[in-house]
């Protein structure tokens, strides 16, 4: 396994790519040519064309006064966050860049490259990529939404009470953390470890390749999704059918044309119009539109109820029929024989194409603990955006009061997160919120 990194330009964000191998070049997006592995301590070998070039340590860690005040900001563990900084000291190399973008902030790359996980997307469908939250990040982010389940702890419980008085069926038996916190309140704005992971330039690199297109945009705000222990007792015991599904902007199933109920059918209509002029036979499931990355924050295994599959259905000419919600699903049996589950480690995230059949099984977490996600949806910028955009609108509207959070994200990361998440109904980002982080439109 390699030990991968990338190098962001502490100036802009940017990230160092060779050109070839005397040549380098600063690119938004990471492909192969932007991933390098260290050689020595001062010496970084680039992926694919070998070339090295020689850096420095720039800058010194948080001292303890520091790193207690950044927790006390971005909570317990944020201090982690802040990455090693190296200076680039290779002059036959960095002529082509400015001297002002020659300090670079190292941070974990996917254990593969960029390339073999676009060549399994187009092959398969899904792919996971590795280190998209690397174990610091989970840290900081799990604390911050500890802390919210525990200041609203009478809350969850009445939501625990509900749940334990019916039977399993998918996508019950979550909690919830966004539906826990008060008004204006959202993830986004608490930690910068949410933006960075939600941005991350390998990830975007593959959704746009994948897509084909070079604007996204998340179609509503990211959920964190913690699915209880399968405990219940007695006539509750037992498994509800259905919840096989396709994702947005496809048809539900084969029965409901929206993905979800909440989706009327006027904002059906806009969705539709959105997406006809370029794709008249959009329904028919034949481009593609859409993508889901599901982010683990703690070991997804079929023990721990991880997210069931029929893989290879993003090929097929029609969303879940009638058949596969008739009845419980138990892999391997009659609809469900084909039936299966991923497992992958906490901090990657399966990226998978949103016409896939999929459903949440919370009657197999028999691991006795919590399996929590973070779960996105993701669109090319023309498609409109999920619902009316409540929790979206909410988010970006937290994120742009959140000054501390800019000041930890770097341009590029703040660029990316207001065209992905604090975009307008037409996909360009927001002037009001461009105002408020940049003071410019």
């Known amino acids: 396994m390699h030990n991968y990194v990338l190098l962001a330009s502490e100036n802009t964000g940017l990230h160092l790519r060779a050109r ?35 850096v420095a340590p720039a800058g010194t860690p948080p001292s303890a006064e520091e790193a207690a005040a950044i927790d006390a900001i971005f909570g317990p563990g944020a201090n982690r966050l802040v990455p090693k900084r190296y200076a680039l000291v290779d002059e036959s190399h960095s002529s082509g860049l400015p001297r002002d973008q020659r300090i670079f902030a190292v941070s974990e790359a996917p254990t593969r490259l960029p390339s073999e996980h676009l060549a399994e997307l187009e092959n398969q469908g899904w792919t996971v990529v590795s280190n998209v939250l690397t174990p610091a990040m989970l840290e900081n ?52 470890a949410v933006t960075q992971s939600l941005v991350n330039p390998v990830s975007l690199w593959l959704i ?105 259905s993003h090929e097929f000419d029609s969303p879940p029929p009638t058949e596969i919600n008739a009845v419980p699903t138990v892999a391997g049996v009659g609809p469900h024989k084909d039936v299966v589950q991923m497992s992958y ?45 409540d929790d979206k609108v909410a988010s970006a509207e937290a994120f742009a009061n959140a000054t501390e959070v800019h000041a930890a994200l770097t341009r590029r990361e703040i660029d990316d997160i207001l065209k992905t998440l604090c975009d307008d109904e037409s996909g360009v980002p927001r002037e009001d919120i461009q105002r408020a982080i940049y003071g410019e439109a």
């Open 20 to 54: 070839n191998e005397s040549a380098l070049e600063l690119h938004r997006r990471c492909d192969d040519n932007c991933i390098w592995e260290w050689a020595n301590e001062t010496t970084l070998s680039n992926a694919v064309t070998g070339g090295t070039i020689s």
């Open 208 to 312: 746009e390749n994948y897509l084909g297109v070079d604007s996204i945009h998340y179609c509503q705000g990211p959920a964190i999704s913690i699915l209880r222990p399968a405990e219940k007792i007695g006539e509750n015991d037992r498994v509800e059918p259905g919840g096989w599904h396709s994702d947005y902007p496809y048809p539900l199933t084969s029965e409901t044309d929206a993905h979800t109920g909440m989706l009327g059918p006027e904002e059906f209509d806009k969705l539709d119009a959105s997406i006809t002029p370029l794709y008249p036979d959009w329904k028919k499931r034949k481009a593609r539109l859409g993508m889901q990355f599901n982010i683990a924050l703690t070991d997804f295994t079929p023990e721990a109820g991880a997210t069931q599959f029929v893989l290879g």
């Open 141 to 192: 982010l799990i604390a911050n939404i500890n802390t919210v389940r525990e200041q609203a702890a009478d809350k969850e419980a009445r939501v625990k009470e509900a749940q334990d008085a019916r039977p399993y069926r998918s996508n019950d038996n979550v909690i919830r953390p966004r539906a826990l916190m008060d008004e204006g309140e959202s993830f986004l704005s608490m930690t910068p």
């Open 345 to 389: 480690p906490a901090g990657s995230g399966i990226l998978y194409d949103s016409r896939t059949y999929h459903r949440a099984p919370p009657e197999l977490n028999v691991s006795g603990k919590e399996r929590w996600a973070m779960l996105t949806c993701i669109v090319p910028s023309f498609v409109r955006d999920l619902r009316a955009r």
